[in-house]
T-cell receptor
Framework: SQQGEEDPQALSIQEGENATMNCSYK?????LQWYRQNSGRGLVHLIL?????REKHSGRLRVTLDTSKKSSSLLITASRAADTASYFC?????????????FGQGTRLTINP | SQTIHQWPATLVQPVGSPLSLECTVE??????LYWYRQAAGRGLQLLFY??????ISSEVPQNLSASRPQDRQFILSSKKLLLSDSGFYLC????????????FGNGTRLTVT
């Protein structure tokens, strides 16, 4: 079953605007990760936020985590056409030395030039 | 730097035929290796993972199997494909350390006809 659920499922904005995507999950987590997937390609890791962190930044990306609400958000500021992609949150669970990521269904982001 | 290779990029196979997808990682030793499947417009589902040569863990019962004959080689196989095996298959690796991200290959689009 899916642990993370992204909202919205699809988002279309104009270039230069900010894009916010939300993720909710059901059980306690160690870390929450965000990945990006261009159409027909593999996923690329964007950012990892630990359960004891509330906010993290990386370039134009800002991730927040609210463990009391079991939710996270990804903000992309000053969007560019190249940001067009699907974005997935994933919660991790380590078991016997391996990382089991449970992905949401993703938000499909379209940046219109 | 580390790289991951996955092939073929696309594959069309008839029902009942065998399958072999290969994944290799370069530039690192003793990585964890993973096979994920992504249904159209959906998130990823973990199929198999391996923490070492010859060690395979299966996440879901299915028509597929995995093997790790060498440290940096991971193979996904089936003896007889089903229509439901169609999907986008992604190989990934990590360092096996807490907070290490997954690094994905570019995937194989499998269509079973």
């Amino acid at each position: 079953s899916q642990q993370g659920e992204e909202d919205p499922q699809a988002l279309s904005i104009q270039e230069g605007e900010n894009a916010t995507m939300n993720c909710s999950y059901k059980t306690s987590i160690n870390n929450l990760q965000w990945y990006r997937q261009n159409s027909g390609r593999g996923l690329v890791h964007l950012i990892l936020i630990r359960s004891n962190e509330r906010e993290k930044h990386s370039g134009r990306l800002r991730v927040t985590l609210d463990t009391s609400k079991k939710s996270s958000s990804l903000l992309i500021t000053a969007s560019r056409a190249a940001d067009t992609a699907s974005y997935f949150c994933a919660t991790d669970r380590w078991f016997q030395g391996a990382q089991k990521l449970v992905f949401g269904q993703g938000t499909r982001l379209t940046i219109n030039p | 730097s580390q790289t991951i290779h996955q092939w073929p990029a696309t594959l069309v196979q008839p029902v009942g035929s065998p399958l072999s997808l290969e994944c290799t990682v370069e530039g690192t030793s003793n990585p964890n290796l993973y096979w994920y499947r992504q249904a159209a417009g959906r998130g990823l589902q973990l199929l198999f993972y391996s923490v070492g040569i010859g060690q395979i863990s299966s996440e879901v019962p299915q028509n597929l199997s995995a093997s790790r004959p060498q440290d940096r080689q991971f193979i996904l196989s089936s003896k007889k494909l089903l229509l439901s095996d169609s999907g986008f298959y992604l190989c990934a690796w990590d360092l096996g350390l807490g907070n290490s991200p997954l690094h994905f290959g570019n995937g194989t689009r499998l269509t079973v006809t």
